[in-house]
């Protein structure tokens, strides 16, 4: 009987990596980014002339990560940096054409599924999956894991769709 349990919770673990790595795919050849590639960018194109340190508060990713993150959408002519008129020392984000063109024709991020099905959910059905998914990320050795609330399954700040080939 242990063995069932633990056998059928590994499938399901594994399902939901393949979806992941599925997910990272499609994203991948609509448009050549990552998942959080995607998500910097879009997060910049919502909140136009938004901070660097804005962006990383409301992704929760680190500085170090938006920066690195930031200078290859930089490179790719997807978003621009620019300094404020106010104060030369803040830097200010936005998208190109490009980058709102990539925006726009991005399929839904599996992240941005699992928000809105899992918001749908119960308060107690929300709270029992929150608990059983730490625990499995504490058997597993990696609940002191630095981690971004993102489903993917690569380095957060990787390079980008060759990545994932």
Same mark, same amino acid.
Do not use: C, H, Y
């Given at each position: ?11 399901? =673990? #594994?399902?939901? =990596?393949?979806?992941a790595? &599925? /997910?990272?795919?499609?994203l991948?050849?609509a448009? /050549?980014?990552t998942?959080?590639?995607? !998500? ?5 194109? +919502?909140?136009?002339? &938004? ?7 409301? =992704?929760?990713?680190?500085? +170090?990560t ?19 008129? #106010? @104060?030369?020392?803040?830097i $200010? ?7 709102? #063109? ?27 999956? =929150? ?7 504490? !058997? $597993? /050795?990696? +609940? ?6 993102? !489903?993917?399954s &690569?380095?957060?700040d990787r +390079?980008?769709?060759? @990545? $994932?080939?």
């Amino acid at each position: 009987m242990e063995t069932e349990i633990a056998n059928a919770t590994l499938k399901a =673990l #594994r399902r939901v =990596l393949r979806a992941a790595e &599925g /997910g990272s795919r499609k994203l991948a050849v609509a448009t /050549g980014l990552t998942p959080s590639q995607m !998500l910097v960018l879009r997060e910049i194109d +919502a909140q136009p002339a &938004g901070t660097p340190g804005a962006i990383a508060r409301q =992704l929760q990713f680190s500085q +170090a990560t938006i920066t690195a993150i930031v200078d290859r959408l930089v490179a790719l002519d997807l978003a621009a940096r620019t300094r404020s008129d #106010r @104060d030369k020392r803040q830097i $200010l984000l936005s998208t190109t054409a490009e980058g709102r #063109r990539r925006v726009a024709e991005a399929p839904d991020m599996l992240q941005e599924i699992f928000t809105g099905r899992f918001g749908a959910l119960p308060p107690w059905e929300q709270a029992m999956i =929150l608990a059983s998914t730490e625990r499995l990320a504490a !058997l $597993l /050795g990696a +609940a002191e894991m630095d981690a971004a609330p993102l !489903l993917d399954s &690569g380095a957060i700040d990787r +390079a980008g769709a060759a @990545d $994932l080939a």
